[in-house]
């Protein structure tokens, strides 16, 4: 009797493992994260995510389980600033807790500080010595310490934790694990766009807001996961499947006149539609081929129809409406006069709009002029060498997986030249660190998977696929 209780226990236990080493695990977590978002049970939803991160941290010696939860978190929150109260600050104590008897339970065997540890601990002193050579800078200081913080030492605490608590089974394959658990959260995000549209229709335009952030920063999330869609083309074959969750995606973009992302990814379809062909087998490629021919065909019909069915004057006060956007060419001309004024070090994170009433710190609508305005030219240092180190790692493997995360990275980072992607921790850098660390681990591995880059055309090898 007791031999076969041992038995059924460890069939529970396997199957256990199972679901949460499964893209079903990441559904249903991103299931649970929209349910909780329209039937506004941000306070549940999210402490049952942590609850259960503090379930794994404590009983799993591989942390590649929380992800999902890591990925999907904050997708439950209607209110953001809710989340600085103390019932969070406690259960995120809890969290931190748990971390800590993790890595004491399971201790690492060889440390790893990872290639991308110097550039942020640099981009981190950029961040902290941000206007201390500025008297309107050191008035302003405080107000940035928690974004300064958010932005160098959380990415880096988050960076170090996954490079080095993930211990994956032989069996699984973090790169298609971390790419489900991104690209399952964004569809729920777009979700939430359509909700948003279906239940506040005539504020939706006015508000662009979701609670836990704008329709742009949605934008940014399907710029990062449109590639790893196509990454899994390359893997799988599910060609249908995977480019209806494009479609979705720039179809949210559209709806939510976040026009940067919808025309990034647009302009990007060819090139990313010309990289799978060329890394799919040749028995796949004429089956792809047709497949984007009628898909393109269809879209088009569509478009000719929706064209025909509106009046002349809803186009024109369509695409005026469009192109008379928010006038960013104003922030920009600030962050260069600010730069000029603080050229060593920038007038920092804490530098407020007085001319609002809630002098709220500056948002400089772009991440090249945000940083030359906030850190000067010490930032610019820091965040070129950040540049040149996630390239590096990029670049430097032979998986699959490093040229779609090149691809999603250069998407994401084309689309800061228009936000402050850089400075947006939660979902976005947290979910392009994740991705980075993921090619790190690849490349560690020594993957020998090909893919092309920079049009030269290397032998594929799918025996790991």
Sequence with gaps: MKSVGILKNNEFVSQITRFLYSVYYSVAVSIWALVCFILNLQTVGLFVMIAGACLILVCIKDILPIIPLFTNCVLTINHFSLLTTIPYIVAYCILGACFVCHFIRFPFKNFYLGKLFFPLCLVSAALFLGGVLSHQGLNYYKNGIVSAFATGPLILIIYL?????????ENSDVKTYVSSAVIVSTVCACAEVFFCYLSQSSDIFGKRNIGWGNFNTVGALTLIAIPLCCYFMVRTGKFAALLAVVIFMIATDILSSSDGSAGISLFSLPFLAVFVFLNLKVKRRKRFTLFIFITVIVLCAFALLLLYRLEFDEIVSFISN????????????????????????????????ESTESFKTFNFHSTVFHVLATMGTFGCIAYLVYYFFRFKILLGGQS??????????????????????????????????????????????????FLPLYGCVLKSRYSSL
């Design 322 to 353: 469009r192109t008379n956007g928010s006038n960013r060419y104003v922030f920009y001309e600030q962050a260069v006069k600010l730069f000029k004024d603080n050229p060593i070090l920038g007038i920092g994170q804490g530098f407020a709009d």
């Design 400 to 449: 699959p997986f490093n040229t779609f995360a090149y691809l999603s990275f250069i998407m994401f980072e084309a689309y800061g030249i228009i936000d402050v992607c850089e400075f947006n921790i939660i979902p976005l850098m947290s979910f392009m660190t994740l991705i980075i660390l993921t090619a790190e681990i690849s490349n560690i591995k020594g993957e020998e998977n």
């Design 161 to 169: 934790l996954f490079l080095n608590g993930i211990n994956a089974p």
